[in-house]
C-alpha cells in the first residue's frame, strides 16, 4: 500500500517509490467550510477527519486547510479503513440516500402516513389539487345560514353591520391559514388530516375529546340534520312553485319531503371517497354562488319596499337589547363555516418537501372565498338595502322575495332559486358527511385491521342519512336551540387555530404574531360565553315550543 506524502498538491496522484516514513499523528477534525452546508453534492459523512481518506466525485483531491497530508482520489483496491477512525455511519440509510440536508430524506419522513388511512374515505385518494380545494371549500363555506345576514343588520344598522361582517370574514380567513399551515408537521413527519388529529396532537387526548369532539361532530352531523330541514321545505316549495295554483296532484307531507332528499342524498353518499365527490361540490358551489347571486340581484331590481327604515331596532328592556346585539353577532359569526373540513380537504392532497400541499391549498382557499365575499356582502347589503327592518327574521332573503315579490317575480326565477336551494342542499350533505364516515369506518378498521368492505359501507351510510333524518323528523325544534349550540361551536372556527399555532410554532414571546393570536384567542372565548349566554337566554325568555315528531 502506498505512502501519503507530506505535502499539499491537487495534481493527479503520481507513483513514487516506497519511502520509509515516519509514523503518521492523527489530525484535529476540520469542519466542513459554512458555505457548503447546503451543497447537495455533499455526503452524509463528508470529509470531517483529515486522516480519513474521501472520496472526491471530481476525480481529484480536495485541498484542506490546515492539512498536511495528500488525501487520495480513491483508497487503492484492497486497503481498508481501519476501525478506529472509520467515519461513523449517521444512520442505516444508503449514503446516495442521505446528502447533508437532504430534501428526498426530509420528504420521506413528512409523507409518512398511518397505513390505515388508504383505508379511510378522506385520505383513502390523495390525487387532489387546487381546483378540488375551491370546489370543495366553496361548497361547504357558503349556505343557507347566509341568508340570514340582512336580519343581523336591523339590529346592528349599516356602520356596525358592515364592519363586523368585514372583521369576521378576515378573522376566519386568518384562521384558515393557520389550519392550512398546521397541516403538515416537518418536525414528527406526520400529517395531520382531521381536525381532531391536530387538536389531540396539541393540547391532548383528554382536553381534545372534552372541548373538541362535540362541537366538531355537531358541525358535521348537525349541519346534516339542517340540511335535511332546508332541503326538504324548500322542495315542497319547488313542488308548489312548479306545480301552479291548478294542480290536481295530491301533495306529498312535509315528512315526506324530508324522506325523499334523504333518500337522494342516501344515494350520492355512496361515493367512496372525498376526492370522488369532486364533481358533486363543483355542481354545490355553483348552484351556491348562483341562488346567492339571484336573490340579491332580484331584491335590488325589484326597489326598495314602502316605509323601509334603516334604524337599528330597538325594542324591550336594556337587557334585551343588549342580547340582541350578541344574536346579531352570532349571525354575523355563523354565517362563515367550513373551517371543521379544511384539514380533511387539504388530506386528499399528495405533499412532498418540494411541493408541500399547503401552497396549492392555500391557492384554492384564496379563489373560494374570494367568490364567498363576492356573494355574501351583496346579499347582505343588498338585502338590507331592499327589506330594511321589514326583512323576515325566519328565512332571511329567501323567505323575503315569496313574501314581497312572489307576484312581480316570474315564477321560473322562483322555482330555479328553489332547485339551487336544493341541489346545495343535497351536496353539501356529502361534504359535511364524510367526517361522520370516516369516523364511523376508523372503528372498524383499527379493530379489525383491514378496509371496510363495500357492503357495510353501504348500509353504514345509509343508517347516518336516515339516523339524521330520524333526528330532524322527531326533534323539529331543535332549531331553537341552534343558537345555543352554534355558540359552543364557535372556537372551533375562531378560537382553537389561534391556540393550537401559538402550542406547535411557538412564535416569538411578545412579537406580532404572538400578540395577534393571544388575543384573537382570547376575544374568541369571550365572545364565545357572550353567545352561549345570549343562547340560554333566548331559549329561557321566549321558550320552546316542544312538539316531538310534528314537523
Not at 378573522?171 to 384558515?176: F, M
Not at 312535509?254 to 344515494?267: Q, S
Request: aromatic share 12%.
Amino acid at each position: 500500500m502506498s505512502k501519503e506524502a507530506n505535502e499539499i498538491s491537487s495534481a493527479p496522484i503520481t507513483p513514487r517509490p516506497v519511502a520509509p516514513v515516519a509514523p503518521e499523528q492523527q489530525q484535529p477534525p476540520v469542519s466542513c467550510p459554512p458555505s457548503q452546508y447546503n451543497s447537495p453534492s455533499l455526503s452524509r459523512s463528508p470529509l470531517l477527519e483529515a486522516a480519513v481518506p474521501a472520496a472526491n466525485h471530481h476525480g481529484g483531491t480536495e485541498d484542506v486547510e490546515g492539512a498536511g497530508a495528500i488525501v487520495p482520489s480513491k483508497t487503492p483496491k484492497g486497503a481498508r479503513t481501519p476501525l478506529g477512525i472509520r467515519t461513523p455511519r449517521m444512520s442505516l440509510t444508503p449514503r446516495f440516500l442521505t446528502p447533508l440536508g437532504s430534501p428526498v430524506r426530509k420528504a420521506l419522513k413528512a409523507t409518512r402516513l398511518d397505513p390505515e388511512d388508504a383505508w379511510l374515505p378522506i385520505t383513502e385518494s390523495r390525487n387532489g389539487n387546487k381546483y378540488y380545494a375551491a370546489f370543495h371549500t366553496l361548497c361547504s363555506g357558503i349556505g343557507i345560514q347566509a341568508l340570514v345576514l340582512p336580519v343581523a343588520f336591523t339590529i346592528l344598522g349599516w356602520t356596525w353591520g358592515i364592519i363586523c361582517l368585514t372583521v369576521t370574514f378576515i378573522w376566519q380567513l386568518y384562521t384558515l391559514y393557520l389550519l392550512i399551515h398546521l397541516h403538515e408537521n416537518i418536525e414528527t413527519g406526520v400529517r395531520y388530516s382531521r381536525y381532531m388529529q391536530l387538536f389531540s396532537f396539541t393540547f391532548g387526548e383528554r382536553t381534545a375529546n372534552l372541548l373538541g369532539l362535540f362541537p366538531i361532530m355537531y358541525l358535521s352531523g348537525g349541519n346534516c340534520v339542517a340540511l335535511i330541514v332546508i332541503g326538504g321545505s324548500t322542495s315542497k316549495l319547488f313542488f308548489q312553485i312548479v306545480c301552479g295554483a291548478t294542480c290536481t296532484a295530491k301533495p306529498l307531507t312535509t315528512v315526506e319531503w324530508y324522506l325523499v332528499f334523504t333518500c337522494c342524498a342516501v344515494m350520492l353518499s355512496l361515493l367512496p371517497n372525498l376526492n370522488s365527490i369532486a364533481g358533486v361540490s363543483l355542481i354545490g358551489a355553483m348552484t351556491a354562488v348562483a341562488y346567492c347571486t339571484m336573490m340579491w340581484v332580484v331584491s335590488v331590481t325589484e326597489g326598495r319596499l314602502p316605509g323601509v327604515s334603516y334604524d337599528p331596532v330597538r325594542r324591550g328592556s336594556e337587557v334585551a337589547r343588549v342580547f340582541d346585539v350578541l344574536n346579531s353577532l352570532g349571525i354575523i359569526a355563523f354565517a362563515f363555516r367550513g373551517h371543521n373540513l379544511i384539514l380533511e380537504i387539504q388530506a386528499t392532497m399528495p405533499s412532498s418537501e418540494k411541493h408541500p400541499s399547503h401552497v396549492p391549498m392555500w391557492r384554492g382557499v384564496k379563489v373560494s372565498y374570494t367568490l364567498i365575499a363576492c356573494c355574501l356582502f351583496p346579499l347582505a347589503i343588498g338585502g338590507y338595502w331592499a327589506y330594511g327592518h321589514l326583512i323576515p327574521a325566519n328565512g332571511g332573503m329567501l323567505a323575503a322575495i315569496y313574501e314581497f315579490h312572489s307576484k312581480d317575480v316570474s315564477q321560473f326565477i322562483l322555482g330555479l332559486m328553489s332547485l339551487f336551494v336544493v341541489v346545495n342542499a343535497m351536496s353539501s350533505f356529502q361534504i359535511y358527511g364524510m367526517p361522520m364516515f370516516d369516523h364511523m369506518e376508523s372503528k372498524y378498521t383499527s379493530r379489525k385491521k383491514q378496509p371496510l368492505p363495500w357492503w357495510l359501507r353501504c348500509i353504514s351510510r345509509a343508517m347516518f342519512g336516515f339516523g339524521c333524518f330520524f333526528i330532524a323528523v322527531a326533534i323539529p325544534f331543535l332549531g331553537s336551540v341552534a343558537g345555543l349550540i352554534g355558540g359552543i361551536a364557535l372556537p372551533v372556527t375562531l378560537v382553537y387555530p389561534c391556540w393550537m399555532w401559538l402550542k406547535i410554532k411557538k412564535p416569538k414571546k411578545y412579537g406580532v404574531s404572538w400578540w395577534v393570536n393571544w388575543v384573537l384567542g382570547v376575544l374568541g372565548m369571550g365572545l364565545t360565553g357572550l353567545l352561549i349566554a345570549a343562547g340560554l337566554y333566548v331559549v329561557i325568555d321566549t321558550g320552546i315550543k316542544v312538539s316531538f315528531f310534528k314537523p
